[in-house]
Nanobody
Framework: QAQLVESGGGLVQAGGSLRLSCAASGLTFSSYGMGWFRQAPGKEREFVSA????????YYGNSVKGRFTTSRDNSKNTVYLQMNSLKPEDTAVYYC?????????????????WGRGTQVTVSS
């Protein structure tokens, strides 16, 4: 059974950085596009990023473009989200998901697998 486990969340001051990791098991990781989503209290889930199975294609939500970078290491079955210049509005639970082949407007199929999420809190 596929399992996605996020780590790396925490409390950081505005302007700081965090690196999230998502370790996958039970699926052929190198064949899956991977994605990150986030959900803040009282808000809908929001697309953050997606990376193709080769790592050559990457997509970002408008609110994180230029600040967040996604990458993957297929030898470690892990996808990453480097978050820089964090803002209080980035505070949310961040979820890893698969398969994700692009932003919702491009990829109309919902992910089959979700992690349990990791909390990111950015203080002002």
């Amino acid at each position: 059974q596929a399992q996605l486990v996020e780590s790396g969340g925490g409390l950081v001051q505005a302007g700081g950085s965090l690196r999230l990791s998502c370790a996958a098991s039970g699926l052929t990781f190198s064949s899956y596009g991977m994605g990150w989503f986030r959900q803040a209290p009282g808000k809908e889930r929001e697309f953050v990023s997606a990376i193709s199975w080769t790592g050559t294609s990457k997509y970002y939500g408008n609110s994180v473009k230029g600040r967040f970078t996604t990458s993957r290491d297929n030898s470690k079955n892990t996808v990453y989200l480097q978050m820089n210049s964090l803002k209080p509005e980035d505070t949310a639970v961040y979820y890893c998901a698969a398969p994700v082949n692009g932003p919702p407007g491009l990829d109309t199929n919902p992910p089959n697998y979700w992690g349990r999420g990791t909390q990111v809190t950015v203080s002002s």
